[in-house]
């Protein structure tokens, strides 16, 4: 008989072998640390905001990595073009406006 994983804990074993990643968004003296955090893929997250301890809590817990400048340029590159760019629904919107 062989040992298998049952369904929550090998879902549990992949989500393990995923990289998590953090994007801090507050000032380094803030009191509560706001970011983002992403599972796999930076460009899907959410935002988070914890006091400072527990957000240290969180990362070591998480073993999350900090998103690098490409990943974050990327990303706001991507928010800016559905803020402000022209095939956007906010782009019509603004055009019905004038």
């Not at 953090?22 to 006091?51: C, M, N, Q, T, Y």
């Not at 590159?77 to 603004?94: C, F, I, P, V």
Request: hydrophobic share 40%; net charge negative; glycine share 2%.
């Amino acid at each position: 008989m062989s040992a298998t994983l049952s369904q929550p804990a090998q879902a549990q074993d992949e989500a393990n072998t995923l990289t998590k990643y953090i994007r801090v968004r507050s000032r380094p003296d803030a009191r509560f640390v706001e970011f983002d955090f992403a599972i796999d893929d930076p460009g899907l997250f959410v935002e988070l905001v914890l006091p400072r301890d527990a957000f240290e809590t969180f990362c070591a817990t998480n073993r999350v990595v900090a998103m690098t400048p490409e990943q974050t340029e990327a990303i706001d590159a991507e928010l800016d073009k559905w803020r402000y760019g022209e095939e956007t629904l906010m782009s019509h919107n603004r055009d019905q406006a004038q």
